[in-house]
Structures are given as C-alpha cells and as structure tokens.
C-alpha cells in the first residue's frame, strides 16, 4: 500500500526568490584557517562531490555563471580527540562540519510567507501529543536531512561558496542541495517531511488529531502503548526514507523502549526531562571557576538559559534560580556601576563560594510530567500557589486529581502538593530594591495575578474555573 501511496512522490524542489534590489555578494577569500582545517576541508568537499551533493566550479566559471559565493570553512566537531590522525575520507565526517557563512545569501533572498511556519511545530507541541504512562517510544534521525532537498536551476547559483585546499590555494564549488545555513532550510525541510509522511501512513502521522508519529527537524519519534505496533511503526519510518533514497542511519535508530533520548531531552513514563549527557555538559562547564566580571556575567546568562533546572522545592522562593543567584547578580551590578572593565578580576570570598555551590547542588532534571489532551482532564484539579523570600518570588502550577485535591483538609499546604500533585509550571523573580520595602505576605498576593499567566503558557489546559 505504501508502494501504491508513493508512487511518482518525490522531495519538492527548493525556489528562492531576491529581494527588490538585491545584488550579488563581492567574492571574497575564504576564512584564515590551520593546515588541518584545509586538509578537513578538501576531504569533505571530496565526499560531498562524490555523493553528488557539490559540484566544482573554476574561477572562470563562477564569473561566467554569476555564482554568488560565501566563505566556509571546518568547524571541530566535540569527537575531534577520538578521530586518529591522519585525516581521511572515512573519519574527516566524524572530527570535523562543514559550514557556510550564509548571511549574506540570507539577507538578501525574500522570506516565506506565515503559512509555511504552520508546519514546524515546537517541541512543547510535540511532547503535548505524548501520554502520560504506559508508553513505548522508537526514534531515529533522518541522516543529512536537508540534503535531499535539491535546489531548482533557477536559484541554484546562489549557493556557491569558497575554501582552501590542502595546499592553501582558493577554491570554488556549488552546493545542488539544500544547505543547513540557509535560513529558510528548516521550513522547506518541515513542509517535505509532512508531505512524505502524510501520504504514506496517514493512518499515524496527522497533525489535526491524535498522532503516533512526532517531528521535529530531522529527529523522528514513533510512540505506542503496544511494543509490537511500535516496532512496526519504526520499521514502516525506515521503509519509507529508503523508499524515496533518504537515509536513516542504523546508529541513530533508538528503541523501542520505555525510556529514549529526543532532542536532548529524556523522555520517560509519565514525563520528560533533560537528558543525563546535556546536563553532565552544564554541569562540567558551571564548575569551572570563573575570575572575571566577563567570565561571571557569561556563567550567569547560561544559568538563565537553563533555568528549567532549578525548581523551588516545595514551592518555597528561598531555593529559586532568582534567589540563589542573588549575590551574584548584586556583585556585577555593583562593578558595573563603579565603571569595571570586562577583564576585572572578582572579589571572590569564601561566601561567594558557598553560594555558587549552592547553585550546583540544587540543580535538578527539570522532569515535567507529560499532560496531553489525551489524559483524563475531566477529574484534573489546577492549584496554583506563589511564595516570596526577601530576595525572590515564586509562583508554581500544579495539578491533581479533583476528588484527592477535594477531600484532603491539607490541600493548600505547599508540602502536601509537593508529596501529591505534579509540578507543571514556574514562574521566578528576583525582586527590586522597591519590592524590597514591601511586606513579604503582600509580595505574595502581589504576585498572584502575574503567576496566572502560568496557564496561559499550556494552551492544552482546561480553562481555570
């Protein structure tokens, strides 16, 4: 059946349209480089040429054809110390990724119109589409996905680009398919991934009901409550890559399994969180010890990034990212304010030490319980409860069911939800020098109404009575 669906499908072809005055990009050289990178480089356009992906140009040619060309260059990849030397075209792909300044190609070619962003869905949509136990889940990466996307012969000749060779001397050559620096790559790619899997197995992709089959970018989850059906539906995903030449390499299929890496996130029977690696990497990095106002402000925004990692326990604002962080954010507002250059070393006492300390050992997983439309909402009760400290605010969303919520005389106890409900909202606030002068018990009526916005942020909920 699957056959009889894909016949005569093929990945769209990719049109680009410039901008009203647009002219083509001043050849430059290619980006200083070691002697490594060159040789790296030459490698990878060798493969890539042998897989069709590039097509080598003559300096001649690209005048003639008017090719519009931007630097690249070789980025190390984190396995850059496992790949033994020498370089070569079997390991270069594993130590190094080529990358194509493209900005100025993405400044001048013409944005898509809203309605292709309707197909790239958030990662919050796609976990809202998974339930809340009993669960099997199977994952794989479609490999070097935007490279089956071709470009069309009319726009194909702005996307040339130029690099050193092993002996240091400029070279040229034309991608024919789609780059990942392109900044329209993710639309054109979630609009053909759709196509594909809506015609072949519309019974378990869909995207306007209940799905079993989940995307984002080039990643692929199938879940089921049955192992056996999720085998299939894997099996079914790589027939249908292969069907129509994509790849999806045998290492990077997962499961099926009860418990799977996706998009960085582990996912688990009755919720998600972050993935042991990713938070063994912030872990690592917030160790080492940073001596400057630059160093400290850099730690600070990463924390911020990640701040999904520090919940308050027990609903109490004294153990929020805000509070914690307190010291530090008054340390550079102070240096900033006395005028201290970037590289000021920080006066860094045995209190600042705890304190950060402090921050590491009340990082959590960030684990958010699954609550999809397909759970039980009829019996779900919403409490929505705020804290304030006197250096922080915290307001936390929780749920339980109704019946358990209504026949406990201890149910507005912070202690009490922590041990019976599921945390699925946060909202923290590091508080002013004019929220300071105020009583922490009018903080917290204070910051009810701000807190509600917490609802708003899970559009799957059920409106709150």
């Known amino acids: 059946m699957i056959d009889e669906r894909l016949k005569g499908w093929s990945f769209p072809k990719v049109t680009v349209q410039l901008n009203p005055g647009a002219v083509r990009c001043c050849p430059k050289?290619?980006?200083?480089?070691?002697?490594?990178?060159?040789?790296?480089?030459?490698?990878?356009?060798?493969?890539?040429?042998?897989?069709?992906?590039?097509t080598r140009l003559s300096r001649a040619a690209v005048d003639h054809r008017q090719v519009w060309i931007s630097p690249a260059f070789a980025v190390p990849k984190a396995t850059v110390d496992e790949v033994a030397e020498p370089l070569t075209a079997e390991n270069v792909d594993r130590a190094y990724r080529l990358v194509v300044d493209e900005r100025c190609i993405n400044e001048s070619v013409k944005d898509l119109l809203p309605s292709w962003g309707t197909y790239m869905r958030s990662i919050d949509e796609c976990l809202a589409e998974l339930p809340a136990s009993d669960v099997w889940y199977a994952g794989l990466d479609v490999g070097q996905a935007f490279f089956n996307l071709e470009y069309d012969e009319s726009?194909?000749?702005?996307?040339?680009?130029?690099?050193?060779?092993?002996?240091?001397?400029?070279?040229?050559?034309?991608?024919?398919?789609?780059?990942?620096?392109?900044?329209?790559?993710?639309?054109?790619?979630?609009?053909?991934?759709?196509?594909?899997?809506?015609?072949?197995?519309?019974?378990?992709?869909?995207?306007?009901?209940?799905?079993?089959?989940?995307?984002?970018?080039?990643?692929?989850?199938?879940?089921?409550?049955?192992?056996?059906?999720?085998?299939?539906?894997?099996?079914?995903?790589?027939?249908?890559l292969e069907k129509v030449n994509a790849k999806a390499p045998i290492?990077?299929?997962?499961?099926?399994?009860?418990?799977?890496?996706?998009v960085g996130l582990t996912l688990v029977q009755a919720g998600y969180r972050i993935s042991d690696a990713t938070l063994e990497i912030l872990r690592t990095n917030l160790k080492t010890k940073h001596l400057t106002l630059r160093g400290l402000r850099t730690k600070l925004g990463l924390l911020q990034f990640c701040r999904s990692l520090s919940r308050p326990e027990r609903n109490r604002a004294e153990k929020t990212l805000s509070q914690l962080t307190a010291p530090f954010?008054?340390?550079?507002?102070?240096?900033?304010?006395?005028?201290?250059?970037?590289?000021?070393?920080?006066?860094?006492?045995?209190?600042?030490?705890?304190?950060?300390?402090?921050?590491?050992?009340?990082?959590?997983?960030?684990?958010?319980?699954?609550?999809?439309?397909?759970?039980?909402?009829?019996?779900?009760?919403?409490?929505?409860?705020?804290?304030a400290s006197p250096e922080a605010g915290a307001a936390c969303l929780w749920r339980l069911p109704r019946e358990k919520f209504a026949t406990n005389p201890k149910r507005t106890s912070a202690d009490w939800l922590s041990d019976n409900a599921q945390l699925i909202g946060v909202w923290t606030h590091k508080l002013s020098t004019y929220e300071k002068a105020h009583d922490i018990a009018d903080l917290v009526v204070r910051y009810m109404p701000r807190a509600g916005s917490l609802a708003s942020a899970y559009p799957i909920l059920p409106q709150l009575p």
């Open 29 to 54: 050289r290619p980006y200083v480089c070691r002697k490594r990178e060159m040789q790296a480089m030459e490698l990878m356009v060798n493969n890539l040429e042998r897989d069709g992906i590039v």
């Open 251 to 262: 290492a990077k299929r997962k499961g099926p399994a009860r418990e799977i890496d996706y």
């Open 329 to 387: 954010t008054s340390l550079v507002g102070s240096m900033v304010a006395a005028k201290s250059k970037k590289t000021a070393r920080l006066p860094w006492t045995a209190d600042l030490e705890a304190s950060w300390k402090a921050i590491g050992d009340n990082m959590g997983n960030a684990f958010v319980p699954f609550h999809s439309q397909m759970d039980n909402w009829d019996g779900m009760q919403l409490v929505l409860m705020s804290d």
């Open 155 to 240: 726009c194909s000749h702005l996307f040339g680009f130029a690099y050193y060779d092993f002996a240091g001397t400029v070279q040229y050559a034309l991608f024919r398919f789609m780059t990942m620096g392109f900044k329209l790559s993710s639309f054109f790619w979630a609009y053909a991934i759709h196509s594909l899997l809506a015609t072949a197995i519309p019974e378990a992709y869909c995207t306007d009901s209940p799905t079993h089959i989940l995307t984002f970018v080039d990643d692929i989850l199938a879940w089921s409550r049955f192992i056996d059906e999720c085998v299939h539906l894997k099996s079914l995903l790589v027939y249908i």
